[in-house]
């Protein structure tokens, strides 16, 4: 399994005067908005950037970031095997991506995506 992307995850009420400040401060792109999520990367550069979240629509929690992976059927093998807790299960997004989310030691929640190519 390999990292492909990193992304914070942030918790906005303003999704549109969010953005604004992204894309005014730091010149961000729209990677995608799902109105729910908006992800931002720098020109050029779709392996980190930020996602302001007003509340996830399919899982019980909102994520603190985002681990893009080439495999993450693997990932999730790897987190089952390591016993760490699972937040939400590994599912098909009717978006597009394959996700899970995963709870690291302090309480970070990770989810954990792959897209289809």
Do not use: C
Not at 46 to 69: E, H, I
Not at 84 to 94: K, L
């Amino acid at each position: 399994m390999r990292v492909t992307k990193m992304l914070v995850n942030r918790p906005v009420a303003d999704p549109d005067a969010s953005r604004a400040f992204w894309q005014g401060m730091f010149g961000l792109d729209v990677a995608f908005d799902l109105g729910w999520v908006v992800s931002l990367h720098p020109p050029g550069n779709d392996t980190t950037g930020v996602q302001l979240v007003t509340g996830d629509k399919t899982a019980p929690v909102d994520s603190d970031m985002s681990v893009g992976v080439d495999d993450v059927d693997e990932a999730y093998a790897i987190a089952q095997r390591e016993g760490h807790e699972i937040v939400h299960p590994i599912s098909d997004e009717e978006w597009g991506p394959r996700r899970f989310f995963v709870r690291t030691p302090d309480g970070t929640v990770v989810n954990v995506v792959a897209h289809p190519h």
